[in-house]
């Protein structure tokens, strides 16, 4: 799925997912409310599928903390989530 022509994770602002829901006849304050909602949480849920990871097999692969790393270099999580 692409977002104004992006699929690149990396190039989604949180302004672009606000636009494609107006396009798609959602509210603005609906729209920023989910963009929000999902932008606010996404490290979290990485955070936690590393801990049911860790849980599960003992420790953590590496590749499991570059990721989440990486999530909290996104532009659409960078507005939102707060170190």
Known sequence: MNVKGEYRLQRISRQMLVSTGLQLGVTADLAEDIVGSISGHMVEAF?????????RMGSLPKVANDVVANVRKLPLVQSTHKE
């Open 47 to 55: 955070d936690a599928a590393n801990d049911e990871l860790r849980r």
